[in-house]
């Protein structure tokens, strides 16, 4: 089993940065791929970045340019970098560690953008 705890949340003004982070602990060799996803209050949860053992990222489009996702050598902490970050960025946002079991999600970290 895998077990993720996010971390880094928090109140930011339109404009500003954050970078949230992910505690990965538990069978961290069995992870191809990790993500971040959000959800919004009424709207469904959505990816925003993700990372592959080999490094490939994909971005939703709403988060090119803007946020970066990156890992440690291993899977031991995963980040992601919100930059100018904007209202429609408010969400509890979560990461998920995959393997070919599934995929194990955290409690997310609640993220509020002020215009």
């Known amino acids: 089993q895998v077990q993720v705890v996010e971390s880094g949340g928090g109140l930011v003004q339109a404009g500003g940065s954050l970078r949230l982070s992910c505690a990965v602990s538990?069978?961290?060799?069995?992870?191809?791929?990790m993500g971040w996803y959000r959800q919004a209050p009424g709207k469904q949860r959505e990816l925003v970045a993700h990372?592959?053992?080999?490094?490939?990222?994909h971005y939703a489009d709403s988060a090119k340019g803007r946020f970066t996702i990156s890992r440690d050598n291993g899977w031991n902490t995963v980040y992601l970098q919100m930059n100018s970050l904007k209202p429609e960025d408010t969400a509890v946002y979560y990461c998920?560690?995959?393997?070919?079991?599934?995929?194990?999600r955290g409690q997310g970290t609640q993220v509020t953008v002020s215009s």
């Open positions: 998920a560690a995959e393997n070919r079991y599934g995929s194990s």
């Open positions: 538990g069978s961290i060799f069995s992870i191809n791929a």
């Open positions: 990372i592959t053992s080999g490094g490939v990222t």
